[in-house]
């Protein structure tokens, strides 16, 4: 209970409701910088209040002649058009202010009189709907001037809605992926839990099942919780109720992720399924990842709550984002060794045939674990960055959807069952061998540790032909709620 609430209080400390935002900008030496990007209808509303606004060394009475700074409401079709129009900007040496669009809206700051308190409102109009980005803009004057000043901003659609016309549909769409886990999981339980037929081989249930059970429980919840969020933050903003729930559901979102990398990484290993131990790379490996995704979703949750307007907002975002891939690359390792054993055991120890069976779904989770990565850190990624802005719900439910399948996939291919060559059970004989093969193994591996170069990974070995496919899916490049 004493976690929970220092967990409860961490995230609070750091909670803004989403599209309401509060902003503290002090010092800030940037002349050009996007602070909320939002997807409006026709009759949105945006209300701007900016509060004690100060410009460096310039002093008070300055002639606004010699003052051009401000913000603009600028439209846009897609996220990737919004940076490259700004990149495209700052490369010329533009004044975004001197350049408003047909449906842009310009809130002048030039005049020190209106720096103590400026309140500005707009309406968009019929016809004018569209993906629009706050910009704040410094043209003049230009070099080492430090900007400070308070912003509280509110966007919302017809309604009221406070979420993104392309994010309207999330609520409802997270309500259905919840219903179709929950039954996920009903029918993993009762594999589970289900009696063996009269006169078939026993079936035995090892203690990743179970792991697997609690990953898929906290998915469902997180689901729950995600829905619940989006839908008082729709209908409220930033009202304690959907802070509340936005806690809730980082903390079940924070304990999904680092289930989810523990499952994949111990599955891939065989830890449980073919044997009882891990090795020393091996618990090294998860050690890491582990380490490194506790830091990285603590990390993620605190950027989240951030406005995108914040200095070094953009940095950590990319920075953090290439640690969860590098996560990601990292769980193939396990697979990667398991498969170079399996193949090596195909030829000494006299069962060829059953492992072999072993090794074809390891290589099949090894590619399905490759797509999976792919497909939701970059192509989901990529088309979020790429669509029409009342179609950005698309990119969340295409995560949803492949989660949804590769965990059906892993289930069914790792399932309890007498006739499944991969969780066969042994008999004695079989286990005094498996002991033996265990020993023998663990020499092995201390004489792996003293290898160096390619070879030690098994990636070069023949008949490990995935190693090049492993390679490519870490050359490509996340919403907290991707898996």
Not at 382 to 392: D, V
Request: aromatic share 12%; hydrophobic share 45%.
């Amino acid at each position: 209970m004493k976690l929970f609430c220092i967990f409860s209080a961490f995230f609070y400390i750091g909670s803004v409701a989403s599209l309401v935002h509060n902003l503290v900008i002090r010092n800030d030496p940037r002349n050009l910088f996007k602070i909320e990007t939002f997807g409006f209808i026709p009759g949105g509303k945006i209300n701007i209040t900016v509060e004690d606004f100060s410009l460096g060394a310039v002093k008070s009475g300055t002639n606004s002649s010699l003052l051009q700074t401000g913000f603009i409401l600028r439209k846009f079709s897609s996220e990737t058009a919004a940076e490259q129009d700004l990149e495209m900007i700052m490369e010329e040496m533009k004044c975004i202010l001197n350049h408003p669009g047909e449906d842009d809206y310009v809130i002048d700051l030039s005049n020190q009189k209106t720096w103590r308190k400026l309140s500005k409102g707009y309406i968009i109009k019929p016809g004018a709907a569209g993906l629009y980005s706050l910009v704040f803009a410094r043209c003049r004057p230009m070099g080492p001037h430090y900007v400070s000043f308070k912003l509280s901003a509110s966007f919302r659609n017809p309604g009221p809605n406070y979420l993104s016309a392309g994010d309207a549909p999330l609520p409802t769409m997270y309500l259905v992926f919840f219903l179709l886990f929950l039954a996920a999981l009903g029918v993993w339980v009762t594999v589970l839990v289900r009696p063996n037929p009269p006169g078939t081989d026993p079936v035995k249930v090892h203690s990743i099942h179970y792991m697997m059970a609690v990953l898929l429980l906290l998915k469902t919840l997180c689901l729950l919780f995600e829905s619940i969020r989006f839908h008082y933050i729709a209908s409220t903003g930033a009202s304690n109720l959907a802070e509340a729930w936005s806690i809730v559901f980082y903390i079940f979102t924070f304990l999904k992720g680092v289930m989810l990398f523990t499952v994949i990484l111990l599955i891939g290993s065989g830890w449980s399924l073919m044997k009882g131990y891990l090795n020393d790379r091996e618990k090294k490996i998860i050690m890491i990842v582990l380490t490194l995704q506790v830091i990285d979703n603590v990390a993620m949750i605190v950027l989240e709550e951030t406005a995108p307007g914040s200095q070094g907002w953009l940095t950590w975002r990319d920075l953090l984002h290439l640690v969860d891939v590098m996560c990601c690359c990292a769980i193939l390792f396990p697979i990667v060794w398991s498969i170079r054993h399996l193949r090596q055991a195909a030829g000494t120890d006299g069962k060829a045939q059953a492992n072999l069976s072993k090794l074809t779904l390891f290589r099949q989770f090894y590619v399905m674990v490759v797509v999976y990565v792919y497909f939701t850190r970059i192509v989901v990624f990529l088309l979020s960055a790429t669509i029409p802005f009342y179609l950005m719900w698309l990119g969340p439910m295409f995560t949803e959807l492949a989660t949804l399948l590769f965990f059906t996939i892993t289930g069914f291919k790792f399932r309890p069952a007498s006739n499944n060559p991969y969780l066969a059970v042994k008999g004695e004989e079989e286990e005094e061998e498996e002991q033996e093969m265990l020993g023998r193994e663990r020499e092995r591996e201390k004489e792996r540790e003293r290898e160096r170069g390619e070879g030690e990974f098994g990636l070069k070995e023949d008949g490990v032909e995935l190693s090049e496919a492993g390679g490519g899916s870490g050359s490509g490049r996340m919403h907290m709620n991707d898996v």
